[in-house]
């Protein structure tokens, strides 16, 4: 069975019909520019689908999140020494209530530099601490606090 072909239909005609109106050419590229927008559009919700399976196997293998534990080196008692203990007291404490102390004290007698937030000026306790230092960096502190702890 052979089909006879069709003759080819002139579209050329027609462009040239819309190119003669100055009206229909301006909306001409208005609606490409919509029919682009809506072709990225379908592609993207095709791809959501896809996603969305992707992201329920990820959520089935993770395990229920159990609540953060403190490290229990953080969290066991220190005791400070003669030096340290008369700025933040001679009861054991541990690491991360020292450097809480510590910058309770800064703030209490406005220690830390108003220009640079980062350095501490040391008073008279706190230069006794930081070994003679008049001033230190606030990453440089706790490295010099942990001295002080036993």
Not at 27 to 52: D, G, L, Q
Not at 88 to 99: D, H, K, L, M, Q
């Amino acid at each position: 069975m052979a089909t006879a072909k069709k003759p080819a239909a002139k579209k050329p005609a027609a462009k040239k019909a819309a190119a003669k109106k100055p009206v229909a050419k301006k909306a001409a590229p208005a609606k490409k520019a919509v029919a682009k927008k809506a072709a990225p559009a379908k592609k993207a919700a095709a791809k959501k689908p896809v996603a969305k399976k992707a992201v329920a196997k990820k959520a089935a293998a993770k395990k229920p999140a159990a609540p953060r534990k403190p490290n229990a080196a953080f969290m066991k008692p220190v005791t400070p020494s003669a030096v340290l203990a008369a700025v933040i007291g001679a009861t054991p404490s541990p690491r991360t209530e020292v450097t809480k102390k510590v910058w309770d004290y800064i703030k209490k007698f406005k220690l830390q530099n108003a220009t640079n937030k980062r350095m501490i000026d040391a008073d008279e306790k706190l230069k006794a601490v930081f070994g003679g230092k008049k001033q230190v960096s606030m990453f440089e502190m706790t490295k010099l606090i942990s001295n002080h702890l036993k």
